[in-house]
């Protein structure tokens, strides 16, 4: 349930995020990252994909580290650009364009950890 807490929340994590994209800082820009997934996961109603995520929830914050302080090339103002098409697409309670948006994010920090992987071991 998205809920005006719940979008200032999510708001809250993606102007920290910007302001970490623009300073260049991977650290920052991974945390908040993962602060505004988690808010995400909290206020899911799918409870399949809640179990899911809780299953894979600590190889998830592993692969999100990995890519985003190993992998040289890992520009944080992408992931700020992605999360904030995400939370555009929550705020407008626009459930396809939010899923459509996560999806596009998840393949393509898919494809940024199979490629700091390759290159480090």
Not at 32 to 51: M, Q, V
Not at 65 to 87: A, C, M, Q, T, W
Not at 105 to 121: A, F, P, V
Request: zero cysteines; glycine letters at 2%; aromatic letters at 8%.
């Amino acid at each position: 349930l998205v809920t005006p807490e719940t979008l200032h929340q999510l708001e809250d994590r993606i102007e920290l995020m910007k302001l970490a994209a623009v300073k260049g800082r991977k650290t920052d820009t991974v945390k908040y990252g993962s602060e505004f997934h988690s808010i995400l996961h909290a206020i899911s109603t799918n409870a399949t994909a809640k179990r899911f995520l809780d299953q894979l929830e600590s190889r998830i914050e592993r692969y999100r580290r990995i890519s985003g302080y190993k992998n040289p090339d890992y520009k944080p103002s992408v992931s700020f650009n992605e999360h904030l098409d995400i939370f555009n697409a929550v705020k407008e309670k626009n459930s396809v364009l939010a899923e459509a948006a996560m999806r596009s994010h998840i393949k393509r920090s898919l494809r940024s950890i199979e490629e700091t992987l390759e290159r480090s071991y």
